[in-house]
């Protein structure tokens, strides 16, 4: 496996994962808050990705044109 220079880590990050500016709403930003904590997988992306794909079965996928 190839090793990033630490200098081009933030740029290789950018250009293969997607940023989301977020800002939620009261409910959502406590439904957030009452799962986060201080362990592996308790920070903020990790506990929206576990809601958003929790969630995800309950909407409707659109088809892409």
């Known amino acids: 496996m190839d090793t990033i220079p630490v200098d081009l880590l933030p740029r290789h990050?950018?250009?293969?994962?997607?940023?989301?500016?977020y800002y939620p709403?009261?409910?959502?930003?406590?439904a957030i808050d009452a799962?986060?904590?201080q362990?592996?997988?308790g920070?903020?992306?990790?506990i929206?990705?576990?809601?958003?794909l929790a969630g995800?079965?309950?909407v409707p996928a659109?088809?892409?044109k």
């Not at 990050?13 to 500016?21: E, S």
């Not at 709403?25 to 406590?30: H, T």
């Open 13 to 21: 990050l950018r250009a293969r994962m997607r940023r989301i500016d």
């Open 25 to 30: 709403g009261e409910d959502a930003q406590a």
């Open 35 to 37: 799962r986060t904590c």
């Open 39 to 41: 362990v592996t997988g």
């Open 43 to 46: 920070d903020y992306s990790s």
């Open 48 to 52: 929206i990705d576990a809601l958003v």
């Open 56 to 58: 995800a079965e309950h």
């Open 62 to 64: 659109r088809r892409r």
